[in-house]
């Protein structure tokens, strides 16, 4: 296997860049932006690290226009970072060694939905929100829900998942067939429609979560599933932490097929409280969802209820209605808001962890003990369905002891993870910011493999430089 | 990317083999065997491909000996073929360059269950049914079933899946890390027991399917399902197979989630009826089984009931006691026997496609012209609900008339398939019979990409030469 040349230097090649552009100019026009300002809002993410601007942004509206643009980068070896909603939280989007940032976004037209195949081709500038708005006529639905309105580009390059994978799973087991423009400008589809195949390597999964360190994902094919008979909502408070961890865990075991189950600490209900005007007792609660035929989901719900109260959880309230449940959910999805809000001017930064649900409990409790600790500002949640938690320390970034602390806060919660048989990332992705737990993660063979990967398709080193694996 | 090298010749190297072949004796005595019998054995795969034996088997018994073994002949260039049960169909044991044939059969240990987390692991060689056995007392399952016995190692590296997938997935959704022995002979883990994680490239997806051409699969954590509180099965007779088809689609479309959904034409069903002495209706069949909560199934069945009704279907037997279900699967799994028993002296002459499942029933219907017009005795059933469906010419081998007509057919099927937007295979792997339609299913720059990534894992060529990619 060829050896990892890790990145010692800076290679950024100013003259080769300034001959890029000029050819994207010439070819793109008024589509090749090099303001300051746009270049900044490309390289931003809701994360707290440095803003590191491409040295310019092209705004695409097809495949060819990708292969156009990735064929002159190829050409002056200047690096490529493609560009969807910017909400992630690992730095994806950052250009460390400066380039071209492809903004996708123009390219958000839903080619086709197969309602007989439950399926639909999309383009990767289209969201979360506008795809299930588009559907929702045809009595259809994506389940898969970050949180933010991200782009799908986006959620397949990062193996997104949320408060649905329990049910329907991550962007992985959701993804059926790709369009990906290669580091040479060549295009290739990574599979066909059919919902199964076992014909060669499993190039969908390679590309879902490759974070564009691989090629530039520009068609999408999409499962879908058909809009539930029967959604009901609930809450449910506990005395502690450990109550409700225990009680979700209980009900993954027991198989109820619960389409969501949500945590929220004590801290995170109170900023939920103050944000959404919901009201909610302050305690760590469990948000739940069921769907299905209106007698399965009573079903789920009744036996819900009796393991709750095994945990000592409160009496449950429904909601049946669908703006009661909109209201519910929004204010779940408003957590990242509402944590803004809960300390002004502090930074917040988002980190998650996911590790066997057996190990959630422990892992939950001993994280809140490091939280206070620390004296940190920490809401902490998660989709405790699949054993995968956040927790969002806000830090007033100038104030150079606490994002220390915040940092060895993380580095503790990642290394617990890890030495409880967990991941580094259950959905954020690895980006610049988890580069330094994957080696620890897999051991260092297994990113020898990465390495190899990264080298195979992508010789020049020109895809998303400095994301997951390092530069040669 | 590095160019496609066709291997235009046999790399044969019968002194490196025999160099090979000393130091394995020295290492593992006894358990390295060169006698014809067990070398062609450990070439046979129900396949009609010609027997193509290794030059030794070595039986191994742990990780360590996989290492040993593959460091010798990663020493020597010499070809590593991975054995488990030896029940692929499309040639994947044998052994066109000659080589050691590893025979995993001997880890068949059951390493750790986790009750609380749903997974376990497994060495590779434990069956599909072994592992059942031993997870029964704990209530626990896993669902993949492709109908033979299988061993979990060969049924991770094709990507196995059958009766069951169309509700719990295949071996793709199934598999949450794996050990593999790389051709470098050093040891990875592709992933950890969390559910999930978005921490770098999917190494477990490349693993699973990859038909030990990129290593061998030493350990595996699969994830394990709760038996069902109730299981109900039936059988539904429908006066066309069309009509059969529609009612799967109908019933996958409205969103009942069945546990299987199994048709059988009238050809398949009276090789069935001899075979299994089980009276049905030799008619196309659909084998239908529901699992969930007692109501839930009941309101399943119910479902099911009024779409066959209206695509004509006959009238509804029902299972519920467990001995009745056993035998009507039973019936189902000995399908391959029971072909094999339709013509005797015949070759079985295994095949599946895969496709959308809007277009199911025009491709089944044009497949059973085809088959009567080809003058072919060649049942055929499948997992429709995935859009999957074989056929079985059975083929006098002798008669070169006959076997060129099978081939023929089975070429005009996957056209056909491919066409409608559907894969050349859908559970078999490429092995060597389908390598040639890997470049029709994906396109040539697809291709380049597989190789590549062939070449960076295993740059001397020697994991499992001459299957799904060509050899340099």
């Not at 929100?129 to 959620?155: I, T, W």
Request: aromatic content about 6%; proline content about 6%; glycine content about 8%.
């Amino acid at each position: 296997m060829e050896a990892r040349n890790l990145a010692s230097e800076d290679k950024r090649n100013p003259v080769a860049v300034k001959i890029a552009i000029a050819t994207l100019l010439s070819k793109f026009g008024n589509k090749v932006v090099t303001s300051e300002a746009v270049r900044r809002q490309h390289a931003h993410t809701e994360t707290w690290y440095a803003n590191e601007p491409p040295d310019a942004v092209v705004y695409v509206a097809s495949t060819e226009d990708v292969q156009g643009v990735v064929s002159v980068c190829a050409e002056h070896r200047v690096p490529i970072i493609p560009f969807g909603s910017g909400t992630s939280f690992e730095g994806h989007v950052n250009a460390p060694f400066g380039g071209i940032s492809i903004d996708l976004m123009g390219m958000d037209r839903v080619i086709a939905v197969h309602p007989e195949d439950l399926d639909c081709v999309i383009q990767p500038g289209v969201t979360r929100k506008q795809l299930n708005e588009y559907l929702r006529d045809q009595g259809l639905f994506f389940p898969v829900d970050p949180g933010s309105n991200a782009s799908l580009g986006g959620m397949v390059a990062t193996r997104a998942s949320g408060t649905t994978a329990i049910r329907y799973g991550t962007m992985k087991d959701n993804v059926l067939a790709l369009k990906v423009v290669l580091p040479s400008g060549e295009v290739i589809t990574t599979s066909r429609r059919a919902r199964k195949s076992s014909a060669g390597y499993d190039l969908t999964r390679l590309f879902v979560g490759s974070e564009g360190t691989l090629g530039v994902i520009t068609e999408i094919t999409l499962k879908l599933h058909g809009i539930p008979e029967a959604v009901s909502s609930g809450v449910c408070a506990f005395p502690t932490i450990a109550d409700a961890c225990n009680a979700a865990i209980t009900t993954i075991q027991s198989g109820i097929p619960v389409a969501r189950i949500e945590l929220l600490d004590e801290v995170q209900v109170r900023a939920c409280y103050s944000y959404s005007k919901l009201k909610l007792p302050e305690m760590p609660l469990l948000f739940l969802e069921f769907n299905g035929s209106a007698p399965s989901v009573a079903e789920q719900s009744r036996r819900f209820g009796e393991i709750a109260n095994e945990h000592s959880g409160g009496s449950f309230e429904w909601a049946t209605k669908p703006e009661d449940r909109t209201r519910l959910w929004q204010a779940r999805h408003d957590v990242f808001h509402a944590i803004k809000a809960l300390r002004p001017g502090a930074e917040p930064v988002v980190t998650d962890v996911c590790l066997p649900i057996s190990r959630l409990a422990e892992c939950v409790s001993e994280t809140k003990r490091d939280i206070e600790d620390s004296g940190l500002t920490a809401p902490l949640f998660g989709h405790v369905g699949d054993g995968n938690f956040h927790t969002v320390p806000l830090v007033m970034i100038k104030d150079k002891g606490e994002v220390a602390r915040a940092e060895a806060f993380i580095d503790r919660l990642v290394k617990r993870s890890l030495t409880m048989e967990g991941t580094c990332s259950g959905e954020h992705g690895i980006g610049q910011g988890k580069m330094k737990y994957l080696e620890a993660e897999y051991g260092s063979a297994a990113i020898d493999v990465m390495c190899a990967i990264k080298i195979a398709l992508d010789p020049q080193g020109i895809m998303n430089p400095g994301k997951i694996v390092p530069r040669r």
